[in-house]
Nanobody, 117 residues
Framework: QVQLVESGGGLVQPGGSLRLSCAAS????????MGWYRQAPGEQRELVATITSGNSTTYTDSVKGRFTISRDKAKNTVYMQMNTLKPEDTAVYYCNARHSRSVLNYWGQGTQVTVSS
């Protein structure tokens, strides 16, 4: 059974930091491109960052220089360090696992991030 379990969301003031974690089980972790998406109320889900098994990363423009995605193959876990948070970063953040050579694609349940004073 595949599971992606996110943690680390919460309420933070503007300018603050959070670290999201996503623990994966039931998949061959090294075969998957791991990513973080987010969805704000009334908005479409958007891709925030991705990381390959070779640690190549991509970021959406709005988070470049503030967010850092990383992965730990020993723990089957992907992280996203979020610094200098802004109110517009408020959203539900979802972990995603996309197989690098097939159509297999999995989602976590989401974790709420709220940036507000």
């Amino acid at each position: 059974q595949v599971q992606l379990v996110e943690s680390g969301g919460g309420l933070v003031q503007p300018g603050g930091s959070l670290r999201l974690s996503c623990a994966a089980s039931g998949i061959g972790f090294s075969w998957y491109v791991m990513g973080w998406y987010r969805q704000a109320p009334g908005e479409q889900r958007e891709l925030v960052a991705t990381i390959t098994s070779g640690n190549s990363t991509t970021y959406t423009d709005s988070v470049k220089g503030r967010f850092t995605i990383s992965r730990d193959k020993a723990k089957n876990t992907v992280y996203m360090q979020m610094n200098t948070l802004k109110p517009e970063d408020t959203a539900v953040y979802y972990c995603n696992a996309r197989h690098s050579r097939s159509v297999l694609n999995y989602w976590g349940q989401g974790t709420q991030v709220t940036v507000s004073s």
